[in-house]
């Protein structure tokens, strides 16, 4: 892939990580201070839309499991940006063929060709 077409998807790959991130420590956050507050009894000390979100460990978990999926992508998305520096971001990491423009428009962050990502989801 050419440099100029790189620098297309590095950009599209900042900006998602820069949203996730900021999802990531907001739902942190939130289910860090509920957990705080419950373990004290104290709700009074939360504003009114945090005491809100939920009142069972059923919905903490959630918000944790969320944040564990956007971590994955997370860590998906540092991996494409070393890889766009190295120069083989669009490479397969499985067979090295080239992955379809419309896969990384669609998922920057890809990194394997349909034919693996396919393969490994039957492997799951
Ligand atoms: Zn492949």
């Known amino acids: ?28 956050d939130a289910a860090l201070k509920k957990s705080r507050s419950e373990a004290n009894g104290d709700l009074s000390s939360m ?9 069972d460990n059923f919905e903490q978990e959630f918000t944790l499991s ?3 999926n956007e971590g994955g992508t997370l860590a ?3 991996t494409s940006l ?12 499985e067979c090295g063929a080239r992955i379809p423009k419309n896969r990384l428009n669609a ?16 492997r799951l």
């Open 107 to 122: 998922i920057p962050y890809a990194a394997l060709c349909i034919r693996c990502a396919e393969q490994q989801e039957q």
């Open 82 to 93: 070393e890889r766009i520096e190295e120069g083989t971001y669009g490479q397969c990491e």
């Open 76 to 78: 998906q998305i540092e």
């Open 66 to 68: 969320l944040m564990e």
């Open 47 to 55: 504003p009114i839309h945090m005491a809100d979100i939920g009142s």
């Open 1 to 28: 892939m050419k440099k100029a077409e790189m620098q297309v998807y590095k950009e599209q790959l900042l900006a998602l990580r820069a949203r996730l991130r900021g999802d990531v420590n907001q739902l942190a």
